[in-house]
T-cell receptor, first 113, second 113 residues
């Protein structure tokens, strides 16, 4: 069964550093998303991406964040100048052209020290 | 008012019990509805979509009441493996094929022997 994959599974970084989180969506999916979940809190939408551009973003997704689809398979989330409060689990998700549901990757646990 | 509201539980039930979870949502223009389950420190996994006519998948039955903006999930004959957090999820697509998922806080279920 096709799956969304994410790397790395864990990332530890120093405050102020830049991190890039990587995702490989399900191969025939066209819509890509990033969500985050701070420990003990609910899953929150960050951004959606379709046809090589952002289609929607939340107020969390400010200038510190950017997304890119650098090639035909990868979808990345870059966080510049990380802050302590960026520590969270970051989930990538994708959905197909006829799908209403979204399928999540296993997540990257980011810890900012 | 929270966009998606769930009773956080926890629900502790014996194997074989029937348990029901409820959820309300605030955006009347919401278009798609789902139950996901999330195991500890794992990604949300789609359990089932929820349709207006109600739908069943094995031991799981989901109901939607658009007039009351209310969603429910019934689990019959609970198994130990049903222990997880159950997430009520709503999507507003705004006429597009994609759209962000809005998650409830989750309801914790523990099934004991």
């Amino acid at each position: 069964e096709p799956e969304v994959t994410q790397t790395p599974s864990h990332q530890v970084t120093q405050m102020g550093q830049e991190v890039i989180l990587r995702c490989v969506p399900i191969s025939n999916h066209l819509y890509f998303y990033w969500y985050r979940q701070i420990l003990g809190q609910k899953v929150e939408f960050l951004v959606s991406f379709y046809n090589n551009e952002i289609s929607e973003k939340s107020e969390i997704f400010d200038d510190q964040f950017s997304v890119e689809r650098p090639d035909g398979s990868n979808f990345t989330l870059k966080i510049r100048s990380t802050k302590l409060e960026d520590s969270a689990m970051y989930f990538c998700a994708s959905s197909g052209p006829q799908e209403k549901a979204q399928y999540f990757g296993p997540g990257t646990r980011l810890l900012v020290l | 008012r929270k966009e998606v509201e769930q009773d956080p539980g926890p629900f502790n039930v014996p194997e074989g019990a029937t348990v029901a979870f409820n959820c309300t949502y605030s955006n009347s223009a919401s278009q798609s509805f789902f139950w996901y389950r999330q195991d500890c420190r794992k990604e949300p996994k789609l359990l089932m979509s929820v349709y207006s006519s109600g739908n069943e998948d094995g031991r799981f039955t989901a109901q939607l009441n658009r007039a009351s903006q209310y969603i429910s999930l019934l689990i019959r004959d609970s198994k130990l493996s049903d222990s997880a957090t159950y997430l009520c999820v709503v999507k507003y697509a705004g006429g597009t094929s994609y759209g962000k998922l809005t998650f409830g806080q989750g309801t914790i279920l523990t099934v004991h022997p």
